[in-house]
């Protein structure tokens, strides 16, 4: 075996696999326990994309828990070749790509609409990766843009939500209860202070998802708005049917789609990877604090990597089993909680990889566990609206940040209602018109001597250590 020792100092050694960098879990790095017992728990989170594809592709939930299966997996991926990230959806893009799938008949037709989508999104991640523009792509957006896309989903959110048969009709309370119980813990200033000292939301706010998903079920039993969990002991490890999967949704079923889905598609996988491009950018600020924090361990991210597999994991699934949520570079919440417990030290995780990795693991086993998926199953319809909803929350809030002058603000708004009712065409048509139209470009703003996106953005980060500064010395004399 061709095992390379970097010449990097402390770094892990590796397997050379052209741009990747193969680990395999036990030999290059070891299985950090506390990670895998956390993947085993949370993967069921997973879970709650299979009426994605029962109610949206219309697919049989057998068929359906065989294809997550197959997603799952392909987390794996991003741990053994390198990425030091736990890997997830392009959760933002959801009900963009739900709204768009909604104009096709339900059945081969809407699945080849997916198909298409997936296959461009795919494209695009592999063209960035292995041309490296990304950067240079994305700062080409305007950021009023960048607004409209993302204050558009708490519009397509709630429209789908008020819907007759949608979760939120059906079982009001569980969807609410664990929808507000999510925004509590990630964005209450409340829970931030208190999590130290109150022991019970630290750990709750720790597990993400788990928790707002067992209030949502335990509140929904209770009102009987939900089924009782039926624990089934017969059969312990569920099979994936992979002949079942090409013969019933694979493109070699349905067949290819045709140049008018792909023309009708483009500008949805556009936004998809604008908005799967924060990501990377989070992915290496978190990596990079990371590697501030210890020296007994060198990190190697690469986005251009991170690209690659990010673009190999939807190319898979566009071919085998399309997949709604499609397949992001990033787990926001967990890399951040993994990474958080790699900076107390080498005793608490020898190796950040390991920690990704380990998780992901977890993961893939937690949802081939017929018990764990048979407790989990009377919550993962509310359990997808509660991840459409609380998404809708974090894009209008990120969607506003975005919009730096009143002209942003302006655009973004209308681009964002032209997206909901219209589809994603449509609305890039429209926000790039209105950016030329009112001077709104950066080049135009150079030209006129008005402060450009980049310029105000200094300006607001300033503005940002000015008040945590201010914020940090009242707490101190409280």
């Known amino acids: 075996m061709n095992m390379k020792t970097s010449r990097r100092a402390n770094e892990l050694p590796y397997i050379p696999l052209g741009p990747f960098q193969w680990r395999i879990p036990g030999i290059h790095y070891r299985i950090e326990y506390v990670e895998f017992f956390q993947g085993l728990i949370l993967g ?31 987390y794996m991926l991003h741990g053994w070749l390198g990425d030091p990230v736990v890997p997830g959806w392009i959760t933002p893009t959801l009900p963009f790509t739900l709204a768009f799938l909604e104009g096709f008949e339900q059945g081969p037709k809407r699945i080849q609409a997916m198909i298409a989508v997936q296959l461009l999104v795919a494209f695009i991640f592999l063209f960035m990766g292995v041309t490296k523009l990304a950067d240079r792509f994305v700062r080409k957006v305007p950021t009023s843009v960048k607004g409209g896309i993302l204050l558009a ?16 009709m059906t079982a009001p309370v569980a969807t609410l209860s664990g929808t507000l119980l999510l925004a509590f813990l990630s964005f209450s200033p409340f829970c931030e202070k208190k999590r130290d000292k109150i022991k019970i939301l630290d750990v709750m706010a720790k597990y993400g998802n788990l928790f707002p998903y067992l209030v949502a ?37 349905v067949g290819f789609p045709p140049l008018s889905m792909f023309i009708q598609a483009l500008p949805l996988a556009l936004i998809c990877y604008v908005l799967a491009f924060g990501d990377f950018v ?15 361990e060198y990190i190697d991210f690469n986005s251009s990597r991170s690209n690659l597999i990010s673009g190999l994991r939807n190319l898979i699934l566009a071919i ?20 958080m417990r790699y900076r107390e030290g080498k005793k608490a995780m020898k190796s950040l990889i390991g920690g990704m990795s380990s998780f992901r693991m ?18 993962m319809g509310v359990g997808s609206a509660i991840t459409l909803l609380f998404q809708a929350y974090v894009c209008a809030r990120i969607g506003m940040e975005y919009c730096k002058s009143n002209t942003d603000k302006s655009i973004a708004g209308v681009m964002a209602a032209v997206l909901a009712f219209k589809g994603s065409g ?25 402060l450009t996106t980049d310029e ?4 607001d980060a300033k503005r940002e250590e000015e008040i945590k500064r201010l914020t940090m010395e009242k707490a101190a004399n409280v």
């Open 362 to 379: 977890a993961t893939f086993l937690s949802v081939i566990l017929v018990p764990i998926v048979s407790f989990m199953r009377p919550i």
């Open 217 to 253: 079920m335990l509140m929904g039993i209770i009102l009987g708005e939900l089924a009782k969990p039926v624990l089934e002991l017969g059969t312990f490890i569920r099979i994936p049917d992979f002949g079942d999967m090409f013969r019933t949704v694979s493109i070699f079923s």
């Open 44 to 74: 069921a989170t997973a879970l709650s994309s299979i009426p994605y594809l029962t109610d949206c592709l219309g697919l049989p939930y057998e068929l359906a828990w065989s294809c997550v299966i197959l997603e799952v997996s392909l």
């Open 426 to 450: 449509w609305a890039l048509a429209v926000g790039f018109a209105m950016n030329l139209l009112l001077s709104n470009m950066d080049f135009q703003k150079k030209k006129l001597g008005v």
């Open 153 to 168: 989903a708490p519009i397509t959110v709630i429209q789908g939500q008020f819907a007759q048969d949608s979760q939120l």
């Open 282 to 296: 989070t992915s290496e600020t978190l990596v990079k604090e990371a590697k501030e924090s210890r020296d007994d």
């Open 456 to 459: 105000l953005e200094e300006i």
């Open 320 to 339: 085998f089993a399309p997949f709604p949520p499609l397949s992001g570079p990033l787990w926001v919440g967990m890399t951040v909680s993994v990474a």
